[in-house]
C-alpha cells in the first residue's frame, strides 16, 4: 500500500455534469447554513437519517463546526448548479480503516435537485479523487428502502454486495442496510 495518507486534501473538487454544466464540491461557508436547514428538514432527509425533525439553524452550525474538526471525515457541500455558490447538497468521506485505505460515502441532495443525476455525478467525481489519492476501496451504505441513494450507488458504478441485516437503529426500528463498493481498479 503506497500514497495513502489522511487526511486527504480539502481543496475544492471540480468536474463536469452530464448535461455539459459545472460540478463543484467545495468547502462549507456560513451562507449554506440556511439551504442546510431546508435540506435536513425535509421529509425525504429525515426518513432515512438520524436528523431530528425540528433541524434547526443552530444544528447545521454545529453540524460544519463539527465536521471541521472531525479527524475522521471530511464534507464538502455541493455547488448548485444552477445557482453557484449556494447549497446543493453534501458530500461526506469518513474514514473506515487507515491500513486498508478503506473510507465511506455519505450524501444528500437538496430537495430541489433531486431526480436530475446531480449525486451521481458528485459520487462518481469524489470516488475518482479519492482513487487518485490513493483510497483503495469506497463503501457505501443505504438502507434498501431509500431507493434514490441505492440507485446513486449503482449508477456511479458501485457493486451491490450484499446486505447487513439490522445494522442501523433508526428511529425506534432496527434496520437493514445494502453496502455498495468500488474499488480502485474497478472498470
Wanted: with cysteine; charged share 25%.
Amino acid at each position: 500500500m503506497t500514497g495513502f495518507a489522511w487526511p486527504l486534501p480539502s481543496s475544492d473538487v471540480v468536474g463536469d455534469l452530464p448535461d455539459g454544466g459545472t460540478l463543484r464540491l467545495r468547502a462549507p461557508v456560513d451562507a449554506d447554513l440556511d439551504g442546510l436547514v431546508v435540506s435536513s428538514r425535509d421529509a425525504g432527509s429525515i426518513e432515512f437519517t438520524h436528523l431530528p425533525e425540528n433541524y434547526s439553524r443552530e444544528d447545521a452550525a454545529l453540524f460544519l463546526r463539527s465536521m471541521l474538526y472531525n479527524p475522521e471525515a471530511l464534507l464538502w457541500i455541493v455547488d448548485d448548479p444552477d445557482n453557484a455558490w449556494h447549497f446543493g447538497g453534501t458530500l461526506e468521506v469518513r474514514l473506515v480503516n487507515r491500513s486498508g485505505a478503506v473510507v465511506e460515502l455519505g450524501y444528500t441532495t437538496a430537495p430541489h435537485l433531486r431526480g436530475r443525476g446531480l449525486m451521481t455525478a458528485v459520487v462518481a467525481l469524489i470516488t475518482e479523487f479519492l482513487f487518485d489519492y490513493g483510497v483503495h476501496r469506497v463503501q457505501i451504505k443505504a438502507n434498501p428502502e431509500n431507493t434514490a441513494s441505492c440507485r446513486v450507488a449503482l449508477s456511479a458504478g458501485f457493486h451491490r454486495e450484499g446486505t447487513l441485516r439490522d445494522a442501523e437503529y433508526l428511529r425506534g426500528q432496527w434496520n437493514d442496510l445494502d453496502i455498495f463498493s468500488r474499488l480502485d481498479g474497478d472498470a
